[in-house]
């Protein structure tokens, strides 16, 4: 009995001096500081640049009507209108090119005529590469016709002048005969144009 007491003293005070050494050593050890003072520091930021496929056109209903002339002659054969704008802002992502097209949306061209587009080189507030003007194209309703080619990052500025020059020209259609001609007063045709979208 008395052995068995010793024994369990012997083991209480080992144990006692194992936990007293375990808790020095611990103390031994430095504290880290949870945010040590430096000279440097860091910030993180998350930087990047939006796509941008924007386009706006002036307002307002642009009026080509071929007219009669004197008797014995034909009606009028073309007119023409460059007085719409095209305000665009564009941003690519990747080394495609953006196409700027139009097409018929609304409307038809009366039979014997036909309604031609062709942007024009914008003014000097134009910023960055406004891209390859193409020729007069004869617009119709089933594909897009592109007017300018292989557009960057460029925008046009926000002023009226400002943007593409859009001329539309409305003429008899030299691949009809003058017979297939037939009057029509206020037709009205809208013309959709379309940037190449964002990626």
């Known amino acids: 009995m008395i052995r068995s007491k010793i024994t369990c003293i012997a083991c209480f005070i080992l144990f006692f001096a194992f936990a007293c050494f375990e808790a020095k050593a611990q103390d031994d050890q430095p504290i880290e500081p949870v945010n040590p003072a430096s000279n440097t520091a860091n910030a993180t930021l998350l930087l ?49 090119r953006r196409v700027l097209s139009a097409k018929i949306t609304s409307g038809f061209v009366p039979a014997g005529t036909q309604l031609q587009l062709v942007a024009l080189q914008p003014n000097a507030n134009f910023v960055g590469d406004f891209g390859t003007l193409a020729s007069p194209v004869a617009l119709g309703e089933a594909v897009d016709m592109p007017i300018v080619n ?30 297939s001609i037939r009057a029509q007063v206020g037709g009205q045709v809208v013309v959709t144009l379309t940037l190449t979208a964002a990626q």
């Not at 095209?86 to 992502?93: A, D, K, T």
């Open 48 to 96: 990047g640049v939006t796509e941008v496929s924007l386009l706006k056109a002036s307002q307002g209903v642009i009026n080509l009507q071929l007219n009669q002339r004197e008797a014995g002659m034909s009606i009028e054969t073309s007119k023409s209108d460059s007085t719409s704008r095209l305000l665009m802002s564009s941003v690519i992502s990747t080394d495609v």
């Open 150 to 179: 292989n557009i960057a990052t460029c925008y046009s500025g926000t002023d009226p002048s400002d943007g593409y020059p859009l001329k539309f020209i409305y003429a008899l259609d030299s691949q009809s005969s003058y017979g």
